[in-house]
């Protein structure tokens, strides 16, 4: 069995793919993504689409380091939740029928939250603050 300190390595490394995967998107599609929060109403969109790529390189780069994973876990967390709500919440149609791949979104999205908290639990740098937080 694995001990803790090699199950925290597989968990940032598979944790991150996700979050590279969606960056490297884009980055290569950026005037798109620009557009797309343009829709959703946000403000400056190629300023808040530099700073979502950013978001999600930087805190890439952070946790493969193993550095300051739980802060990166806590920015993530506040981000799907965050882009959930303006991307996803439309998941019942005006004509009452459930959108299905909306749904699977904002589910996907919990799911990858409670995949932070587990980041965040075998953290061994977590701060103390953090651990009575968390019960753990």
């Known amino acids: 069995m694995a001990d803790t300190e090699t199950m925290f390595g597989v968990v940032r490394v598979l944790t991150c793919a996700i979050w590279l995967a969606a960056a490297l998107f884009k980055i290569f599609h950026f005037q798109g993504f620009a557009d797309m929060l343009a829709k959703f109403n946000q403000p400056m969109p190629k300023a808040m689409a530099a700073g979502v790529v950013a978001i999600e390189l930087v805190g890439v780069i952070l946790v493969l380091a193993n550095m300051a994973v739980w802060a990166v876990a ?54 103390e603050w953090l651990v009575n937080w968390l019960g753990f």
Do not use: C, Q
């Open 74 to 127: 806590l920015v993530w967390i506040a981000f799907i939740i965050y882009g959930t709500w303006v991307e996803h919440r439309r998941v019942i149609l005006p004509d009452g029928s459930i959108d299905r791949a909306e749904y699977i979104h904002v589910f996907k999205n919990i799911s990858l939250i409670g995949g932070l908290v587990a980041l965040m639990v075998l953290d061994p740098n977590k701060p």
